[in-house]
């Protein structure tokens, strides 16, 4: 995730879209944590870990980049509502 909790903390956020937008940073963040452990399985076991979690991989990735993408529209919205 590019945006850090802090920057979340951070932003001057409407009432009600804190908690929306640290679930959504958790999903992210979740997704990655997933993605680099499948990676270093397959680094670790090799041929056989890359068919069975290289796809894994490339759907937490995928998932993680949703998060950030869903999670910079709420704080874009969040600080258009702010001033």
Do not use: H
Not at 21 to 40: D, M, P, T, W, Y
């Amino acid at each position: 995730m590019k945006t850090t909790f802090q920057e979340i903390l951070s932003t001057d956020l409407t009432l009600g879209s804190f908690p929306v937008s640290s679930k959504i940073f958790s999903l992210g963040r979740e997704a990655e944590i997933i993605a680099k452990v499948v990676q270093n399985k397959i680094d670790e076991d090799g041929e056989f870990a890359k068919i069975s979690c290289s796809n894994i991989v490339d759907w937490m990735n995928e998932l993680a980049e949703q998060a950030q993408v869903c999670l910079d529209l709420q704080m874009e919205k969040d600080l258009k509502n702010s001033k």
